[in-house]
């Protein structure tokens, strides 16, 4: 599954604001694993437990910025059975998902960043970009590296 916020200023506002894109990670982490558990329970699984790894890329190809996550989930989930006394976790395999599933699960991961982006003001209530969003003092205190970190995300010379 591939989740990609296009627009260029999202781009900059994750590079430049940590805190917003930990919040961003951990809306799309949240709602992959609530999608997972609630296919498990529809299966009669019993608290159902999945599982990922993922790590943040900061650069493109061509050493430009482009700060994204790569993502892998397990196609299944773990559920605890109780063995001789022991609980053990079994893997139990899930139905791979649908491309009517993985519309319905960006349509979620898109609704609640857009609502995070106009509660913090990076959006307006009409959905449209403010000018100037908050970022890390380091972008703040430094307008050149706000510059750079903006012409390197666009794919042009900074100076």
């Not at 604001?17 to 709602?31: A, G, P, Q, T």
């Not at 209530?125 to 750079?148: I, K, Q, W």
Request: with cysteine; aromatic share 10%; proline share 2%.
């Amino acid at each position: 599954m591939f989740v990609k916020l296009a627009h260029v200023s999202m781009h900059f506002w994750l590079h430049s604001n940590k805190e917003l894109f930990s919040k961003v990670y951990r809306i799309i982490i949240k709602e992959i694993h609530s999608y997972c558990k609630t296919k498990a329970l529809a299966y009669g699984i019993k608290d159902p437990k999945s599982g990922a790894i993922s790590f943040t890329q900061l650069a493109g190809s061509a050493l430009n910025l482009n700060p994204h996550l790569h993502i892998l989930f397990c196609d299944g989930v773990f559920s605890g059975i109780n063995q001789n006394g022991a609980e053990t976790f079994r893997f139990r395999n899930l139905e791979a998902i649908t491309d009517k599933e993985v519309e319905k699960l960006l349509l979620e991961i898109s609704s609640k960043v857009l609502k995070l982006l106009k509660k913090h003001d990076y959006l307006n209530h009409e959905g449209e970009m403010v000018n100037h969003p908050l970022s890390d003092s380091l972008f703040r205190d430094h307008e050149s590296l706000a510059m750079a970190t903006s012409s390197s995300i666009v794919g042009r010379i900074a100076y």
